[in-house]
């Protein structure tokens, strides 16, 4: 099983949006039970919330449901548990540095680094913004879910999964 978290600062618009689409695109692909996957916080701003409604009706307008995701913030042992850890911008990414233990740095990076037809380096955070920040965050998450979906296919491929030939 390849185990992933998303992280954003509170984590109730960012990484709760690629939680939700990723856990969408694993289920259209057949991967479901091949990746556990979470997000997570930098800071504890808003732990046990549920996405800003912004956030979960932009989400539902495109099909994914971010209902049931609660906010928490990022513990010592998600370092150790979750094989990629992707960042949804350089200060979230600092953050988790910092707590980080040398030896699992290599876990880190950024989410975009997945993305095909974007070049940008960080998801932005839309909640200050107004609303069509939104779409934009949906528009890039989706970008970079399907590249990581791609990964996720060739990670079990090269893990020999006997279950890898379900969803070609």
Avoid: W
Avoid at 1 to 12: A, E, P, Q, R
Avoid at 29 to 51: C, F, M, Q, R, W
Avoid at 78 to 90: G, K, P, S, T, V
Avoid at 98 to 125: A, I
């Amino acid at each position: 099983m390849i185990k992933i978290l998303f992280v954003c600062m509170g984590n109730i618009c960012r990484s709760p949006t690629a939680e939700g689409v990723f856990r969408h695109m694993l289920c259209e692909n057949k991967l479901e039970d091949l990746v556990d996957v979470d997000s997570a916080g930098t800071h504890g701003y808003h732990v046990g919330e549920a996405p800003d409604l912004r956030t979960q009706r932009a989400a539902a307008r495109r099909g994914y449901d971010l209902s049931g995701i609660r906010a928490r913030k990022v513990a010592p042992q998600d370092i150790e548990y979750f094989d990629l850890i992707l960042a949804m911008d350089r200060n979230s990414l600092e953050a988790l540095l910092l707590v980080c233990p040398p030896d699992r740095t290599d876990r880190l990076g950024l989410f975009m680094d997945y993305s095909k037809n974007f070049d940008d380096e960080e998801v932005p955070d839309p909640y200050y913004g107004l609303g069509q920040g939104f779409d934009l965050v949906l528009d890039m998450v989706e970008d970079a879910t399907s590249g990581l979906v791609e990964f996720v296919k060739e990670r079990a491929a090269m893990l020999g999964s006997k279950d890898y030939k379900t969803f070609k």
